[in-house]
């Protein structure tokens, strides 16, 4: 039977998140600001949860109404057969958020929707009172101009959450932001990848699981795999597909690189932990002396922003070097994602392609030098395109 999910994802990569779903077999999608809906089976939110590489959840809608009063969204929330998806004793938050609604506090709708399926369970389980002792549902109420959506999170933590992520550097990005970035690039595994400025490797590891056929959540588990929506040999037969898909031998080139010892360090033991240690090459090295030998490569890099006191002048400086550098590979692309507003005056060219995106609450800007495609290439359309 298939159910109504959706796929939330940072504002800039709805885009990113759809051409996934369609990739992954889910055609019937509607693409919304900040989350795209699709139609799947129990069986393949699983899938979505364990594939899908730039989208921070997975939600199982399971209601939609309109409601101008708090009497409307209590009566609204109630209405719904709560008992069919909540055991007994289920533990169940309640987040919430509200956008141009008329019921524009965000605490009042959490405690209105608790209470409304509090009340449901109660009346059908004839019991005055539940223990929320059981298994952890999330739900989410969402109001966007009065059309309310009730949604249970499937994944549990964030999809960036991929389990081999240990230390953060100065300029972090989520791991789905960082596949979003590789995606969004001219780079497929048979051209050399380089990330020159890697802090603590993650966009080179999600590179490699990428290039790997590597499901990024093959590490972790999610919320609704505790649920009991589903057997147990249902969830291990979805594994063990996403586990067969794998490349084991794959053949690319990835250098990470970083000026920074510590860096290389935890890039190291990230590569390790992901599994991917045997296909990068990961050194201490100063952007001065990038000098790759392969023509048509991509670099992607997400470098300091100088957000803190007393690191412009050396970020103005870093953005000079990196600019210098690239005059001496013009078959490289570069891409660069960062918040500088003068990023393309000290580079010293202007990008072919320039898209808004967000690193958490910083507005940045992910800026496309396109290079020439390989020889091989050039009859084809650039891959990039379908995401643009």
């Not at 992520?165 to 001219?186: M, Y």
Request: hydrophobic share 40%; glycine share 6%.
């Amino acid at each position: 039977m298939e159910y109504t999910f959706l796929a939330t994802t940072p504002f800039g990569l709805e885009a990113v998140v759809a051409r996934e779903l369609e990739e992954l077999g889910y055609r019937d999608r509607v693409v919304e600001n900040g989350r795209v809906y699709f139609k799947a089976d129990a069986l393949g939110a699983l899938r979505c949860n364990l594939w899908l590489r730039t989208a921070d959840r997975v939600m199982w809608v399971v209601g939609q109404f309109e409601a101008h009063t708090f009497d409307a969204l209590f009566e609204g929330t109630k209405a719904l057969p709560w008992a069919d998806w909540l055991p007994r004793k289920a533990r169940f938050p309640i987040e919430g958020r509200s956008i141009k609604s008329q019921l524009s506090s965000v605490p009042a709708c959490q405690s209105i929707v608790k209470k409304a399926i509090a009340t449901k369970l109660a009346q059908t389980y004839r019991e005055s009172w539940l223990e929320e002792t059981g298994p952890l549902f999330s739900i989410e109420v969402s109001l966007l101009k009065d059309l309310v959506t009730l949604a249970i999170d499937t994944s549990g933590q964030g999809l960036h959450k991929r389990g081999y992520r240990v230390h953060t550097g100065p300029a972090p990005i989520k791991e789905t932001l960082a596949a979003a970035l590789v995606l969004l690039s001219r780079w497929r595994p048979h051209r050399p990848f380089a990330d020159p400025m890697c802090g603590t490797g993650t966009i080179a590891i999600e590179a490699a699981w990428i290039g790997a056929g590597i499901a990024p959540g093959l590490l972790r588990s999610f919320s609704m795999e505790s649920f009991g929506w589903l057997a147990a040999d249902s969830i291990r037969e979805v594994r063990e597909a996403a586990e067969a898909s794998r490349n084991h031998s794959p053949d690319f080139q990835i250098t990470a690189h970083d000026i920074d010892a510590e860096a290389i360090a935890q890039t190291t033991q990230h590569a390790r932990l992901a599994g991917v240690s045997e296909y990068l090459s990961i050194a201490q090295q100063p952007l001065r002396n990038f000098s790759p030998t392969e023509p048509y490569g991509c670099l992607i890099s997400n470098p300091p922003y100088g957000e803190r006191m007393g690191e412009d002048r050396e970020v103005r400086l870093l953005y000079r070097q990196l600019g210098e550098v690239m005059k001496h590979h013009t078959t490289w692309s570069t891409f660069i994602f960062t918040s500088h507003p003068d990023f393309e005056r000290l580079f010293g060219k202007r990008s072919e392609k320039n898209r808004k995106l967000y690193n958490g609450r910083i507005e940045c800007h992910f800026y496309q030098y396109l290079g020439p495609l390989p020889p091989r290439l050039k009859m084809e359309s650039p891959p990039e395109n379908h995401l643009m």
